[in-house]
């Protein structure tokens, strides 16, 4: 199951980026999925889509997944030939998808693609979350396959992209871990009152760590001195309402964004 996941959000991968093809993260190269994986509370509650996008603001996200030549289909291996990315429902206006591939078709010689979301949304727009839907047909000899992701029976939780008002847009224009020079992460996620953040940076300094509502608003901010390696913070989220959140971490200007979840 989980590859054909993997493959779907390939060939989704290679399918956002025609007029600037994206690269696959080469850190994912001895893996097998796609990365990052749907969002889903309790299995990956740092999943999904990680950056807000802002009305009125360019925006880009990007996607990787490293395929496999067979799927599993109810326990049942199926040999791939290809997988055409048809479409993405549900994003706001201005905002497309293209492919690194000719036509959206990935094959299995593709070993690894990468799918991005970018434009810029327009006014048109409210600000709210877009849950995303990616169309797929997977071909395998003379059988089509149609499939949409996530799927609960593939790769189960959701792709919901944040989008802010405009003149709200700081959680936008971010950097995933695997491109910023840090990382950090949360437990529990799910947090009801206490959590520790573990963050490893490569030099000391001021960090800024904020958490924001899903309208980009600034809802608690602490600047924190790090040493170089790994350090913890404890984080109290008691005075904040239950819900979903964005938290990220800044150092100059780079930023590591996730989602946290109250509650």
Do not use: W
């Amino acid at each position: 199951m989980k590859l054909i996941y993997t493959f779907f959000l390939s060939l989704a991968a290679v399918a956002l980026f025609a007029q600037a093809p994206c690269q696959p993260d080469p850190m994912y190269a001895d893996t097998i999925g796609v990365f990052p994986a749907p969002f889903d509370a309790e299995a990956n509650p740092d999943g999904g889509i990680t950056e807000a996008a802002c009305i009125g603001e360019p925006y880009e996200f990007v996607l990787t997944a490293v395929i496999g030549d067979t799927l599993s289909l109810s326990g049942v291996p199926v040999v791939l030939d290809s997988l055409v990315i048809v479409s993405v429902d549900g994003l706001p206006a201005g905002l497309d998808f293209g492919c690194s591939t000719d036509n959206c078709v990935v094959t299995t010689a593709d070993t690894a693609a990468c799918l991005v979301i970018s434009g810029t949304p327009d006014e048109t727009n409210e600000a709210g979350v877009y849950p995303l839907v990616l169309n797929a047909i997977i071909y395998s000899g003379f059988v089509e396959l149609e499939l949409t992701f996530p799927n609960p029976l593939i790769a189960p939780g959701t792709y919901d992209l944040t989008l802010n008002a405009m003149g709200e847009c700081e959680p936008s224009n971010v950097f995933n871990s695997s491109q910023a020079g840090f990382g950090f992460g949360f437990a529990p996620n799910p947090v009801m009152d206490f959590g520790e953040l573990t963050i490893e940076v490569p030099q000391a300094g001021e960090y800024e760590y904020v958490i924001y509502n899903l309208l980009g608003r600034a809802v608690q901010r602490q600047q924190l001195r790090l040493q170089a390696g790994v350090n913890r913070q404890l984080v109290d989220v008691q005075n904040l309402p239950k819900g979903i959140y964005l938290h990220s971490m800044q150092y100059d200007n780079e930023r590591v964004t996730k989602r946290l979840i109250v509650h």
